[in-house]
């Protein structure tokens, strides 16, 4: 997806008056393949960034980066500076490709099996290494067979990863796993062939001190196989987050029309979308999506726009009005001429917002992954200077390796690495029971900082159903029959604001004969012997109802006998449990703020009701992400929550993004939390459980390390042999895991 974007003002930023008129810029993103840690993501910027004048953004979430770069770089030089790191990249094409490719699934697919073939593997070797009572003659081969396969075919994508990074001089956590689950294994064989250990009736035995029993007699086939699983699993939970990353852009493709009925002459043709040209022209009937965006040649209809704009009042068109695709016609026949088609039209523009935002969002790096830059090269000398202390000390070699295994086992990240998935997986299962779910631990670090809510006003605050609001009759009219009237003529149409005032009524309506519709006008029709009409007002308003016509509030009138008798009001009505969910946003002490694209005094009306006292209205469907990014250059860190089409860029620009799960699907897959319940409550009621599960992450990676730091230097010393070593981490492994199941009492 490369864009021209160099100018002259733009080039200042990069270079001299000089230069901006002879190199421009440009933009292109790549799709990157080989990244196992936030580190990755990091290496590959400052490659990309030691390219004169190139900036780099790399997400570790969506494997993608957002490079810009001057008129004077190729996109083959951006990729051979990836692929120099050790990594792959190929450029986004300018047509978003939806859904995950072939290989990214295969890659998912084969994660899992080795997940499931090591855990069936493991539990066994583990099972028996760790009960006495259970080791037969020749247990010890048999755990070593089916360690072989963990470690090597299980453990494959550690040991690949650690390779790569140590071609580069760089050491992450897959480092630390590969080191220590091979130096486990390699003292395991040696002990197995040229030690004791191989021995007919070889047991375990259990001791906290080196020395008292033959190093050669004990094998660390279990910490191996455990370890390796662990990590599989964090890894395999982690592979399916990343895959949802395109869901955003899949879901805003598939609210757009699949085909359109084409005229060519008077002859229509049913043709898929990507066959409608400009100027074309084709029918859109009752209940259809408009294909794409045009003008409307002939016909009239209420258009639901709600998906697209979150209007939540239906537009009605007739010829020569501009409508958009993906919205819906509701109840007239339409003939449209195709105006914009492909990227050009505006929901491929909202899509393209998302993608932007997406790939603009900085990569938060797993603090496990911002530790083992320090920790992980600290281990390896550590051990290495084990090996030779002890051996320059003067003990045996097979004690100064049992040693500097026990260091590199004790080391091995397990719980730092459960830390982070046993947290998440504990809290967004607390939150799926509560209806909110949450997407990563990303999405829980960017709630602490959470200071501004936007919301969106239809949907959101309010149901998105019309409801009426008021009747409100002439002088000497009745109220009651007002309505009588209109909701037995309005019961015989399909529009919204018609179904509105008819289900008012509700199932006691009068019947109707000579029904008619004027479009774009209203409906007519006689009813218990008058002539009635429903619509837009004329010039024949009574004084009294003036008011109601032009405060701005969606109003129809109803007349008989070429009277104007009455007036109806009708309002996509609040939530009730909007303004107790805003009272307890502002309890958390953040700032709610409405953000709609219906008319201003529509909107101050609702903010009124629920106790919001910031409004921006009017905002057209992309214009939302850019009031977002607005407010946060405020310094403002803004949750937006929405459930609209409409909405999804600028969920995607928010700090946090929370989607109503009863919205479209476009905003709940941009979004970082839904609310599977539609309830506004559940925004403050996602907050807590976010932080939560945060603070309970941080609780288990401080726990965890702490641990490493304590234990490292009595594995050094000879305090720990490596089978109690691996004993400890278990320990610490499960430490970690009943932290994270307090979060199951979260309320």
Same mark, same amino acid.
């Given at each position: 997806?490369?864009?021209? $974007?160099?100018?002259?003002?733009?080039?200042?930023?990069?270079?001299?008056?000089?230069?901006?008129?002879?190199?421009?810029?440009?933009?292109?993103? @790549?799709?990157?393949? *080989?990244?196992?840690?936030?580190?990755?993501?990091?290496?590959?910027?400052?490659?990309?960034?030691?390219?004169?004048?190139?900036?780099?953004?790399?997400?570790?979430?969506?494997?993608?980066?957002?490079?810009?770069?001057?008129?004077?770089?190729? /996109?083959?030089?951006?990729?051979?500076?990836?692929?120099?790191?050790?990594?792959?990249?190929?450029?986004?094409?300018?047509?978003?490709?939806?859904?995950?490719?072939?290989?990214?699934?295969?890659?998912?697919?084969?994660?899992?099996?080795?997940?499931?073939?090591?855990?069936?593997?493991?539990?066994?070797?583990?099972?028996?290494?760790?009960?006495?009572?259970?080791?037969?003659?020749?247990?010890?081969?048999?755990?070593?067979?089916?360690?072989?396969?963990? $470690?090597?075919?299980?453990?494959?994508?550690?040991?690949?990863?650690?390779?790569?990074?140590?071609?580069?001089?760089?050491?992450?956590?897959?480092?630390?796993?590969?080191?220590?689950?091979?130096?486990?294994?390699?003292?395991?064989?040696?002990?197995?062939?040229?030690?004791?250990?191989?021995?007919? *009736?070889?047991?375990?035995?259990?001791?906290?001190? @080196?020395?008292?029993?033959?190093?050669?007699?004990?094998?660390?086939?279990?910490?191996?196989?455990? $370890?390796?699983?662990?990590?599989?699993?964090?890894?395999?939970?982690?592979?399916?987050?990343?895959?949802?990353?395109?869901?955003?852009?899949?879901?805003?493709?598939?609210?757009?029309?699949?085909?359109?009925?084409?005229?060519?002459?008077?002859?229509?043709?049913?043709?898929?979308?990507?066959?409608?040209?400009?100027?074309?022209?084709?029918?859109?009937?009752?209940?259809?999506?408009?294909?794409?965006?045009?003008?409307?040649?002939?016909?009239?209809?209420?258009?639901?726009?709600?998906?697209? /704009?979150?209007?939540?009042?239906?537009?009605?068109?007739?010829?020569?009005?501009?409508?958009?695709?993906?919205?819906?016609?509701?109840?007239?026949?339409?003939?449209?001429?195709?105006?914009?088609?492909?990227?050009?039209?505006?929901?491929?523009?909202?899509?393209?917002?998302?993608?932007?935002?997406?790939?603009?969002?900085?990569?938060?790096?797993?603090?496990?992954?911002?530790?083992?830059?320090?920790?992980?090269?600290?281990?390896?000398?550590?051990?290495?200077?084990?090996?030779?202390?002890?051996? $320059?000390?003067?003990?045996?070699?097979?004690?100064?390796?049992?040693?500097?295994?026990?260091?590199?086992?004790?080391?091995?990240?397990?719980?730092?690495? @459960?830390?982070?998935?046993?947290?998440?997986?504990?809290?967004?299962?607390?939150?799926?029971?509560?209806?909110?779910?949450?997407?990563?631990?990303?999405?829980?670090?960017?709630?602490?900082?959470?200071?501004?809510?936007?919301?969106?006003?239809?949907?959101?605050?309010? /149901?998105?159903?019309?409801?009426?609001?008021?009747?409100?009759?002439?002088?000497?009219?009745?109220?009651?029959?007002?309505?009588?009237?209109?909701?037995?003529?309005?019961?015989?149409?399909?529009?919204?604001?018609?179904?509105?005032?008819?289900?008012?009524?509700?199932?006691?309506?009068?019947?109707?004969?000579?029904?008619?519709?004027?479009?774009?006008?209203?409906?007519?029709?006689?009813?218990?012997?008058?002539?009635?009409?429903?619509?837009?007002?004329?010039?024949?308003?009574?004084?009294?109802?003036?008011?109601?016509?032009?405060?701005?509030?969606?109003?129809?009138?109803?007349?008989?006998?070429?009277?104007?008798?009455?007036?109806?009001?009708?309002?996509?009505?609040?939530?009730?449990?909007?303004?107790?969910?805003?009272?307890?946003?502002?309890?958390?002490?953040?700032?709610?703020?409405?953000?709609?694209?219906?008319?201003?005094?529509?909107?101050?009306?609702?903010?009124?009701?629920?106790?919001?006292?910031?409004?921006?209205?009017?905002?057209?469907?992309?214009?939302?992400?850019?009031?977002?990014?607005?407010?946060?250059?405020?310094?403002?860190?803004?949750?937006?929550?929405?459930?609209?089409?409409?909405?999804?860029?600028?969920?995607?620009?928010?700090?946090?993004?929370?989607?109503?799960?009863?919205?479209?699907?476009?905003?709940?897959?941009?979004?970082?939390?839904?609310?599977?319940? *539609?309830?506004?409550?559940?925004?403050?009621?996602?907050?807590?459980?976010?932080?939560?599960?945060?603070?309970?992450?941080?609780?288990?990676?401080?726990?965890?390390?702490?641990?490493?730091?304590?234990?490292?230097?009595?594995?050094?010393?000879?305090?720990?042999?490596?089978?109690?070593?691996?004993?400890?981490?278990?320990?610490?492994?499960?430490?970690?895991?009943?932290?994270?199941?307090?979060?199951?009492?979260?309320?």
């Amino acid at each position: 997806m490369r864009r021209n $974007v160099g100018t002259a003002d733009e080039s200042r930023n990069v270079g001299t008056a000089d230069e901006s008129r002879n190199v421009g810029t440009a933009d292109v993103d @790549l799709d990157l393949g *080989g990244m196992t840690c936030a580190s990755c993501a990091n290496r590959i910027e400052r490659k990309l960034g030691k390219i004169d004048g190139v900036t780099a953004t790399v997400n570790f979430a969506t494997e993608r980066a957002h490079v810009r770069y001057p008129s004077t770089v190729s /996109t083959a030089d951006l990729v051979a500076a990836v692929q120099s790191a050790g990594y792959t990249a190929t450029p986004v094409p300018e047509e978003p490709e939806v859904g995950s490719t072939d290989s990214e699934a295969a890659r998912h697919d084969s994660l899992g099996l080795r997940l499931v073939v090591s855990a069936v593997a493991a539990l066994p070797v583990v099972v028996v290494s760790m009960v006495p009572a259970l080791q037969f003659d020749y247990w010890q081969w048999l755990a070593l067979a089916l360690t072989t396969l963990v $470690v090597f075919w299980g453990g494959y994508p550690f040991h690949r990863a650690a390779l790569i990074n140590a071609r580069h001089g760089a050491s992450t956590m897959d480092t630390l796993v590969s080191i220590g689950t091979l130096a486990a294994y390699g003292w395991s064989v040696w002990a197995l062939v040229f030690g004791t250990a191989g021995q007919i *009736g070889m047991t375990h035995e259990f001791t906290l001190m @080196l020395g008292a029993h033959d190093p050669s007699g004990q094998i660390y086939l279990e910490t191996a196989a455990a $370890v390796t699983v662990f990590l599989l699993a964090g890894r395999f939970a982690e592979s399916r987050a990343k895959r949802r990353a395109g869901s955003a852009l899949r879901a805003l493709l598939d609210v757009g029309a699949k085909d359109a009925t084409v005229l060519e002459g008077d002859v229509e043709r049913r043709v898929p979308l990507a066959a409608l040209r400009v100027g074309d022209r084709f029918v859109v009937r009752p209940g259809e999506k408009i294909a794409t965006d045009g003008v409307v040649l002939s016909g009239a209809a209420a258009v639901d726009t709600s998906a697209v /704009t979150g209007e939540s009042v239906p537009v009605d068109v007739t010829a020569g009005d501009a409508v958009v695709g993906g919205t819906v016609d509701t109840d007239g026949h339409l003939v449209v001429r195709a105006e914009k088609v492909g990227a050009d039209t505006q929901l491929a523009h909202i899509a393209a917002l998302v993608t932007q935002a997406q790939n603009g969002k900085a990569a938060i790096a797993r603090l496990a992954d911002r530790v083992s830059a320090v920790f992980v090269p600290i281990v390896l000398v550590i051990a290495a200077l084990t090996l030779i202390g002890w051996l $320059v000390t003067g003990h045996a070699s097979t004690e100064a390796f049992t040693a500097a295994v026990a260091v590199l086992i004790v080391a091995c990240p397990c719980a730092l690495g @459960l830390a982070t998935p046993t947290a998440l997986l504990v809290g967004t299962g607390r939150g799926a029971q509560l209806g909110i779910l949450i997407r990563g631990p990303e999405v829980l670090e960017q709630t602490k900082r959470i200071d501004t809510v936007v919301l969106d006003k239809t949907g959101t605050v309010t /149901t998105g159903t019309m409801t009426v609001d008021a009747v409100v009759p002439a002088a000497g009219e009745d109220a009651d029959r007002v309505l009588a009237l209109a909701a037995a003529v309005e019961h015989a149409s399909d529009h919204p604001v018609a179904r509105a005032i008819s289900a008012a009524r509700g199932t006691d309506l009068l019947p109707v004969t000579e029904f008619g519709s004027r479009a774009g006008v209203g409906v007519v029709g006689t009813v218990d012997g008058v002539r009635v009409s429903v619509g837009k007002p004329d010039d024949a308003v009574p004084a009294e109802l003036r008011e109601v016509f032009g405060a701005g509030r969606t109003a129809v009138a109803v007349a008989w006998d070429g009277v104007v008798r009455g007036a109806i009001t009708v309002a996509d009505s609040v939530k009730p449990s909007s303004a107790d969910a805003v009272a307890q946003i502002v309890a958390l002490g953040m700032t709610p703020v409405l953000l709609t694209g219906d008319r201003p005094e529509v909107a101050r009306d609702v903010a009124r009701q629920v106790g919001i006292d910031r409004v921006i209205a009017g905002v057209l469907p992309d214009e939302k992400a850019a009031h977002i990014a607005s407010l946060q250059r405020e310094g403002r860190a803004v949750a937006m929550v929405g459930d609209g089409v409409n909405d999804a860029a600028a969920l995607a620009t928010a700090d946090v993004g929370l989607a109503m799960g009863t919205g479209t699907d476009a905003a709940i897959e941009a979004s970082d939390l839904t609310l599977v319940r *539609g309830d506004l409550l559940s925004v403050p009621q996602a907050i807590r459980l976010s932080r939560a599960t945060l603070g309970t992450i941080r609780a288990n990676l401080f726990w965890a390390f702490a641990y490493n730091v304590a234990a490292i230097p009595l594995a050094a010393l000879g305090l720990l042999n490596p089978m109690i070593a691996g004993a400890a981490m278990a320990a610490s492994s499960v430490f970690v895991v009943g932290n994270s199941l307090r979060l199951r009492r979260f309320r």
